[in-house]
T-cell receptor, first 113, second 111 residues
């Protein structure tokens, strides 16, 4: 079956611009996670959705970052007024109820010039 | 907060065993995980161990857990060049809402 997909695979933008990153989880997975991986680091948690609601958004670094999941499936991570420090690979993962494994997508590489 | 630490590099010869070590600060995670990341690829779950177990074997992989010392290790037997990758140790945070990852250990296998 299809895994977690993320679009675009690469995004280059200029400082100050707005970007949207999309995640399409595995069908039927109610839990969805966003992580950010900077060069040479492990993934760092951003936000966790259970269904349509953000159950834990404590990892969002500041109010320029926002994520939605309006129908409990696809999620969009939105970054306003991008900064060079936002450059990283943004990873999405999903899991189904009672399952301890998170399945990761290939990531979106964001470069802010 | 929770912290997971790993050594950054390991270099072995093909056919040798590799041992990757990890220490963590919070022991509330029910499961502890090892993920593999190959260049340009996403994270792939390699194996995991239930927190009540000391050891888990899965073909060439052996996971050892020392809860008292909060130490987790991954042993790869008969290491192959295809095992070259970055290996991440991960545990859940106290709230059970997010995985906390180490910085990753880069395994380099020479033939």
């Amino acid at each position: 079956g299809a895994g977690v997909s993320q679009t675009p695979s690469n995004k280059v933008t200029e400082k100050g611009k707005y970007v949207e990153l999309r995640c399409d989880p595995i069908s039927g997975h109610t839990a969805l996670y966003w992580y950010r991986q900077s060069l040479g680091q492990g993934p760092e948690f951003l936000i966790y959705f259970q269904g349509t609601g953000a159950a834990d958004d404590s990892g969002l670094p500041n109010d320029r970052f926002f994520a939605v999941r309006p129908e409990g499936s696809v999620s969009t991570l939105k970054i306003q007024r991008t900064e060079r420090g936002d450059s990283a690979v943004y990873l999405c993962a999903s899991s189904s109820p009672g399952q301890n494994e998170q399945f990761f997508g290939p990531g979106t590489r964001l470069t802010v010039l | 907060g929770e912290d997971v630490e790993q050594s950054l590099f390991l270099s072995v010869r093909e056919g040798d065993s590799s041992v990757i070590n990890c220490t963590y600060t919070d022991s509330s995670s029910t499961y502890l995980y090892w993920y593999k990341q190959e260049p340009g690829a996403g994270l792939q779950l390699l194996t995991y161990i239930f927190s009540n177990m000391d050891m888990k074997q899965d073909q060439r992989l052996t996971v050892l857990l020392n809860k008292k010392d909060k130490h987790l290790s991954l042993r790869i037997a008969d290491t192959q060049t295809g095992d070259s990758a970055i290996y991440f140790c991960a545990v859940y945070n106290q709230a059970g809402t997010a995985l906390i990852f180490g910085k990753g250990t880069t395994l380099s296998v020479s033939s």
